[in-house]
């Protein structure tokens, strides 16, 4: 049932004007560059790369989210104040987001996406962040249109990994470690011995959690 949802939707990307939503909410950016500012997020359904350490694994089936039109989406994000609009996932790029990216820009929205890479890039984006997996890698064509690479830290091979990707993204993209959050205690401290001695890299810390809010 997924896989004729994904396959459908991959086929005929024009008509994409329908995606699920598993859920959306208005909050405050909780990691990266947009830390602390209101947002709307839209978090998608469908997922193919399965991080073991997933928050969201309900998140991975697509088919338990039933559809949304484009029109529903961005008409319950207008009803909010922020005009700072976050897609993400699961993995969005499972989708076709040229509908409704270009809808949200209509209804003056900057758009944002968080995604792992792994698929071919659609949309109109003002701003990536590309959060690459080792399940799944990233496309070279997602790599080079980062505004931002966002590297969860679980284990110390994760550092050396994380260079292989900064090397590859654009000049002038933002770099930040993120410590899994169920080893935060334990790898935070490691995390901020390597960035005093790699500055390149900046700290993201999941604020949203620290917080209590989505």
């Known amino acids: 049932m997924i896989a004729d949802f994904l396959n459908t939707t991959m086929t005929h990307p024009t008509q994409t004007r329908t995606l699920p939503v598993m ?3 208005y909050t405050l950016q909780g990691e990266g560059f947009h830390q602390g ?3 709307y997020f839209i978090r998608l359904g469908g997922c193919d790369v399965g991080c073991f350490w997933c928050d969201v694994k309900e998140s991975w089936d697509a088919a338990l989210h ?3 039109s484009v029109d ?3 008409a319950a994000a207008a009803g909010y104040p922020g005009r700072l609009a976050v897609v993400t996932g699961g993995e ?5 987001l040229d509908a409704l990216t270009h809808a949200l820009h209509e209804a003056g929205f900057e758009t944002n996406m968080e995604t792992s890479g792994s698929s071919p890039l659609s949309g109109e984006w003002d701003w990536i962040c590309l959060s690459p997996k080792k399940f799944k890698p990233p496309l070279s064509g997602v ?7 966002k590297v969860v830290i679980y284990n110390q091979h994760d550092f050396t990994w994380a260079e292989t990707y ?3 993204v654009p000049a002038g993209c933002k770099l930040y470690l993120q410590p899994e959050w169920s080893k935060a205690a334990e790898i935070t401290p490691r995390l901020i011995d390597y960035i005093k001695t790699h500055p390149q890299w900046e700290l993201s810390m999941q604020l949203h959690k620290y917080i209590n809010v989505p």
């Not at 969005?92 to 076709?96: D, F, G, I, K, M």
């Not at 790599?143 to 690479?149: D, M, T």
């Open 166 to 168: 900064a090397a590859q």
């Open 37 to 39: 500012r209101a947002a």
């Open 66 to 68: 039933p559809p949304l």
């Open 23 to 25: 859920e959306a909410f």
């Open 72 to 74: 529903a989406i961005v």
């Open 143 to 149: 790599i080079s249109r980062a505004n931002e690479l």
């Open 92 to 96: 969005p790029l499972l989708h076709n």
